[in-house]
């Protein structure tokens, strides 16, 4: 007890020695380890004035207290009330955790004053980032850095490097890099990517903030990290928040931490929530067009007379004159496969996936189709053969903008067996050519359905790579615009286990538990997601996407192996698009509970196929029990193996599909009377599970202050 009683003391007189530290004209140099720190305190506390700037109230009583001097409180007392009382070494630690806590001393300079936060090289005010590699490891000085709002500028200098590493930006709105000096554009927090050596370090940026250091980066300083605390100081044991022997805890301090604990808990959660925008409805229509079609120009070769299929809905609508099928009230935010056909065997069958936009009224989506003769003919001087069990793809490499086409692109994809790339010119397939002409175009035979993965290589460096869906017994033509994306976050957080799905109360059922790290691979780069900070994972800027969405692949131990789709417009400013995982074992638990249940048909659970779990939340004016969940294949035939789980006081319709093929699919939730709440495609493969979120996207609250800097 002797020992932890001076420990905890010296703990108590080293948090009010860093807040003393940063409070006065103190510098770095004055001390060479925490005892000089300790003793120092002292003397400076008689020259402590009550006008001080740089002195919190609060923080002044308690060097005051902790040294036998009078408070500010104290003096303002009678002098009848005696001698000072003795303050409990408890209420003084707390007080001064919670001083720590809430970083009473990242205030303002007082003008000509000059800090330790001034004069420690952790940060720089409109200036020089200085690269430079120490045992093959790239050094970054500062390490964090402060640009003013108005015109702050820093350029990069490095030594011993040929050129500055990659660059990346987390948001391009608050930053610019123009390729020597980075630009501040907008007030907030953010960071800059250095890639060295295929290693990615992170540079934190704050724009427009106040030029003193908070606690934390003054305690990560050249300086302050150096000192060596007293060696009975680094044996306390535990923390310093409470008792350390239980002997010592009261039953109300017991019950205060539960209460407390059940308190942050509820508040947590609070922070998880649904974008739920109530069902709204989009008259679309296809426009089918010749591969000849240049829209850029504005060259339209129209098809009319031919079909064209929503598949899984069951409507089909013929083009008018101007090739134009209309659709009315499709699902807003919906990705729905178009197949276009002609009876009359006038054109290839074509398959495109369209994306009804969540934004503006009425819409057209084109889609190009090739003539069969022409495409016959393409297989003949090409040599390729094409099994219609599978798919092809044409496509034109195109820049963010969609304004140009890429020349001198070579391109791979993940599909072994394919036959490709052929490349085209001006006046069609040429066998022996090597990369993209001016068109950009190139194809692909012989595809394996599912979700395909395409790489561009420039000069024989990979540039990007995007993934798409190919469907089985169709061709598809696309343009494919790169680098369109943009860095954005995601959460990381975990549903609970079957069993509290299937048999705990409803809170239970809907409890979110933060993850602090996960392996996630971006699919299609095929590197793991680097993490920003805990609970963050980034996805780099310039990545490209395919309609505004991207794919990953959750591979992790504690987790399940879970294929998910990320679609641009779910990030906000308010709001970080949450990557929910599954407890591994998750799907098998459920199927071996439900399995018991006589209602649902007997089959074998196999953990090599792929499974998946659609969870749909539940918007305004729907009812749970007369929503059902249909999973289509690519022939649109209905997945009977589908079962559902959880309850309608959760707030949502969940269900799981076992022991699916690899391939493309879609899910539909429609009501009992028809009327269509969501459509989206899905990708499923070997051994994972595919995880899809309908009728609203898990999300989570950045606005409270500790987590703004995710915006």
Known sequence: MAIGKINRSLYIRALLGVVWASSVNAQAADFKNSGDLLRAIPKAVSVLSDSDPLM???ARDIILSQFGKKSTKDKDKTKGEGKDKVIDEDAILAEAERLLHNELIDHKIATGLTTVSQTLPSQVTDGRINLSVVGGRLHMQPAVLDLSLNGGEASVTVEGLSTIPQVFLRDASKLQWDGKRFHALAQGKTEIFFVYANEMYILPVRIGAPTAKDLVADLASEHLSSLKMPESFAQMPGGASGPHNSADLSIAEASLQVHKTKEHDDAEQKRFG????????????????DVRSEPREGKIFPLAGVTVQLMGLGVAAKTDATG?????????????????ADQDGRIVPTANEIVVSAKGKNQVQRVRTMNYQTYVSYLNILGANQNWSNGSICARAMDATSEHTLDEMTVQINDGNAEGPFYF???????????TSANGRFCFFN???GLAEISFFHGGNFETALTLPIFPGAHSEEDLPLNTGK?????????????????????????????????VISVGDNIAMPGTSENVLSTLSGRSEFKGRTYSLVQTAEFENTLQAQDNEAASSKHMPVLPLLPRGFVEDVFTELNQDSTHASIAFDPSMGQLVVMHKLTAGEDATKLNITVLDAYGKTIDQGWYFGTSAQGLVKAVFFNMQPGIYSVKVQSANGALSAVDTVAVDFWTTAFVQTGGSLQFDLTNPEVAIQE
Do not use: C
Not at 325 to 338: H, K, N, V, Y
Not at 426 to 432: N, S
């Open 56 to 58: 919190p109230r609060e």
């Open 274 to 289: 649904y974008a739920v925008e109530g069902p709204s409805y989009r008259d679309t229509a296809i426009q089918v067009m």
């Open 324 to 340: 134009l099928a209309r659709f009315a009230d499709l699902p807003a935010g919906s990705r729905i496969w178009a197949v276009v």
């Open 425 to 435: 010119s001006e006046h069609g397939p040429q066998p022996g050519q090597k990369q």
């Open 447 to 449: 595809v394996k359905p």
């Open 487 to 519: 860095s954005s976050n995601l959460y990381l957080a975990s549903f609970g286990s079957a069993m509290d799905q299937l048999t705990g109360d409803d809170a239970a059922a809907n409890r979110i538990e933060s993850v602090v790290t996960a392996n």
